[in-house]
């Protein structure tokens, strides 16, 4: 981490700080991103870091708006305790991991297929499409594909789920740049919100690093 982090407002990341934290994103999201985390306020080094870390990976820095899948034999996904699988089709993929899920709201056939992660971070599930669909007055539920089809539509959307409905602003606040353990500590709190699970924690970290480095005033 860079020796002093700064607390002021951080908007708008200039375009090579942002491709120092994220090399590979396509351009025509640098704008869209900026306006939508000044709305919801992640506009400090922490709070964007925390932000920027985690949108990396969820979509492999923004080059992927929907979640990928896979035909592999006796595949298993990560954190889930259901039986391994070897899917026949995309449909046959997400609605065996997805769907039936109580804790993803999913409670009808096709739901596991029809709310699959979508968008720069990759909102997943019945329960997630509804809450944010009403929260920003957009028909995700009727019509979950906008996620893929705009970049202001998807960073909004993403910046509301972390700020608004996942409160992260808050978690990304408590970070004790004086304490070595505290980001790994905060990193885990952030990736367990975002992706309900701990995958990619290792590469989420070195993203947070990596943005908080780039977001610092030495």
């Known amino acids: 981490m860079a020796a002093t982090a700064y607390s002021g407002n951080v908007l708008p990341i200039p375009f090579l700080t942002l491709r120092r934290i994220m090399p590979h ?22 709070r964007a870091a925390a932000f920027l870390s985690q949108l990396a990976v969820e979509s492999f820095e923004l080059r992927r708006t929907h979640e990928g899948w896979t035909k592999r034999k006796g595949f298993h996904l990560p954190g889930s305790d259901r039986p391994a699988h070897t899917a026949t089709s995309q449909r046959d993929y997400f609605d065996y991991w997805y769907g039936n899920r109580r804790d993803l709201g999913n409670n009808t056939v096709g739901d596991g ?16 499409y509804n809450k944010v669909g009403q929260g920003l007055d957009l028909p995700l539920t009727s019509r979950p594909s906008i996620l893929e089809d705009d970049p ?16 992260l602003n808050t978690v990304a606040d408590s970070l004790d740049p004086e304490d070595p353990s505290s980001i790994e500590h905060v990193n885990r709190r952030l990736t367990r919100a975002i992706n309900g699970g701990h995958n ?19």
């Open 25 to 46: 994103a396509p351009v025509r999201y640098f704008a869209p991103l900026n306006a939508a985390m000044g709305v919801y306020a992640i506009n400090t080094s922490f």
């Open 152 to 167: 202001g539509t998807d960073m909004d959307v993403a910046a509301f789920f972390f700020a608004r409905l996942k409160h």
């Open 200 to 218: 990619a924690l290792a590469e989420r970290l070195a993203y947070y690093r990596t943005a908080l480095n780039a977001l610092s005033v030495a």
């Open 113 to 128: 297929y029809n709310y699959r992660g979508r968008g720069g971070i990759q909102i997943t599930g019945r329960d997630n």
